[in-house]
């Protein structure tokens, strides 16, 4: 069983900051890819940012220079600053953890999902 809580979520004004921390629990899981994702009403969920083992993080284009994902292995916690917020960053931010069976990708875990509104 693995549980993601995510934390950081809230209204923050058009250009300002927030910072959403995601912590896994359990084993059946990989913090090499982790990240968040996002869905905005009417719209698909899209990944933002997931975290990598021999490369540079990878990135949405439309947050590229302003959100930077992190891990912190010990704590098993994955963080996303974002900074310059826009409106259109208005989403639910989901956590997402890879699903590790017999040593392969085998699915997704997802937290709740925490709310980033941004205003005008």
């Known amino acids: 069983q693995v549980q993601l809580v995510e934390s950081g979520g809230g209204l923050v004004q058009a250009g300002g900051s927030l910072r959403l921390s995601c912590t896994a629990s359990g084993s059946s899981f990989s913090i090499n890819g982790m990240g968040w994702y996002r869905q905005a009403p009417g719209k698909q969920r899209e990944l933002v940012a997931t975290v990598t083992t021999g490369g540079s993080p990878n990135y949405a284009d439309s947050v590229k220079g302003r959100f930077t994902i992190s891990a912190d292995n010990a704590k098993n916690t994955v963080h996303l600053q974002m900074n310059s917020l826009k409106p259109e960053d208005t989403a639910v931010y989901y956590c997402?953890?890879?699903?590790?069976?017999?040593?392969?990708?085998?699915?997704?875990?997802w937290g709740q999902g925490t709310q980033v509104t941004v205003s005008t």
């Open positions: 997402n953890a890879p699903r590790i069976r017999f040593g392969l990708r085998a699915g997704d875990y």
